[in-house]
């Protein structure tokens, strides 16, 4: 499929599109393991390889915004780096409890910066390119999917 007008270089589309499906297989890795070992250490150190992927997600954000692609194609990657300064932040710099007991000042934000930016990176695939959409659909299932089936074991 050809990339339309305001939709940036097909490289940097694809740069999002590898980050937003390794944060889906990452984070239902990490949900996973969860149930598997009752402990957020996996689930901790695959945050570290989410924290990387800004490094892509930026060089991506460059260009889209250089090419002037449309506000759609940039905000995902936007929301992604807001969503890894606020994981940084309450994760790793200055840890904090907030899932259990939620604390929900920065338990909504974070939920809402984490799906937020699934949503919006892999939204402008469905209209460059429905089969690699296709991909992000299954993942962000299998990301849900583990997501419930640790929730309902009580470690989500």
């Known amino acids: 499929m050809h990339a339309q007008e ?5 490289w940097a ?7 937003v499906n390794s944060v889906n297989v990452l984070q239902a890795a990490g949900f996973l393991s969860r149930i598997r070992t ?3 250490t996996l689930n901790h150190r695959l945050g570290y390889a989410m924290i990387a992927l800004a490094a892509p997600t930026l060089v ?5 915004v250089g090419s002037r692609a449309g506000i759609l194609t ?5 929301v992604y780096l807001c969503f890894v300064a606020l994981m940084l932040a ?3 710099l200055a840890p904090v ?3 259990s007991p939620p604390r929900y000042g920065i338990l909504v934000p974070y939920l809402v910066l984490f799906f937020g930016a699934i949503l919006l990176m892999g939204l402008p695939m469905f209209w460059r390119d429905r089969s690699y959409w296709l991909v ?3 993942t962000s299932v299998l990301l849900i999917a583990a997501m419930l089936a640790a929730l309902r074991k009580g470690v989500g």
């Open 13 to 19: 589309a694809l740069t999002v599109w590898g980050v």
């Open 74 to 78: 940039y905000l995902g990657p936007v």
């Open 60 to 64: 991506a954000l460059v260009a889209l």
């Open 136 to 138: 992000t659909v299954a």
């Open 90 to 92: 309450v994760d790793y």
């Open 38 to 40: 009752g402990s957020m």
């Open 97 to 99: 409890e907030f899932r």
């Open 6 to 10: 305001g939709e940036g270089p097909w």
